[in-house]
């Protein structure tokens, strides 16, 4: 525990991790009234406090932690491509998203195993080469495609009090700034390079940041549960 509160001392953004507990405990105030997709939404937020602790806990010791950020890619991957798929009501954008579950699956899997091939215990543990890339990609994909729907359609009369539209730009804004960092995060962590980027280092974590106080915000126009 001393290492912990020293670590986040040291680097108080991390801090931020514990926004996520905002939209948890809004989705859980609202039970099952969303449907699906909230429920979806509400597992990748409690999986990504979870291993957010968990990799700081495992910073804080200064052991190797990639390992839980390669888990979380298919994880994150399959809970919110299954809440965009549940936000979707044209048929074959439906369809694309399911083709996409068992290919991503083969390739994360490939990846993980290509890029640690020789290793086998988890202290040497490396990150992966491209699946974070494709994460970012396919997910950029199935939003804007939503957003397509949605601007075809108009059936939502105020996007500003939609949850599903509220989240999804959340999303877009973190896969948005992710998709540039990721390659940059790869090179290195896998050249063992120490690079002085600056302010643009903390970019990816302000924007999750961000995304999190969007989704709080968006699951609080989730109507609440009646009660007799």
Request: hydrophobic fraction near 55%; glycine fraction near 4%; charge should be positive.
């Amino acid at each position: 525990m001393r290492e912990i509160i020293l670590f986040l001392k040291t680097y108080p953004l991390y801090f931020g991790v514990f926004l996520t507990l905002i939209p948890i405990g809004i989705l859980l105030s609202k039970g099952r009234q969303g449907g699906v997709a909230y429920q979806l939404l509400l597992a990748c937020l409690v999986t990504k406090i979870a291993s957010d602790l968990l990799m700081i806990y495992y910073a804080a010791k200064g052991m190797n932690n990639l390992w839980l950020h390669n888990l979380m890619v298919p994880i994150r991957y399959f809970l919110l491509s299954g809440m965009i798929y549940h936000f979707l009501e044209t048929a074959h954008f439906k369809k694309w998203i399911r083709i996409s579950w068992p290919l991503f699956l083969v390739f994360i899997a490939s990846d993980i195993y290509l890029s640690n091939k020789q290793i086998i215990f988890t202290e040497e543990h490396r990150y992966v080469r491209y699946s974070g890339v494709v994460e970012c990609v396919l997910m950029l994909l199935w939003i804007l495609l939503y957003f397509y729907e949605i601007m075809q359609s108009l059936k939502i009369a105020n996007l500003l009090k939609s949850p599903a539209f509220l989240i999804s730009v959340a999303w877009l804004l973190h896969y948005a700034a992710l998709v540039f960092f990721a390659p940059l995060f790869y090179y290195m962590y896998r050249s063992k390079l120490t690079l002085d980027l600056g302010i643009l280092e903390i970019i990816p974590d302000c924007m999750e940041y961000l995304a999190v106080v969007i989704i709080s915000v968006g699951v609080s126009f989730i109507p609440s549960p009646k009660y007799d």
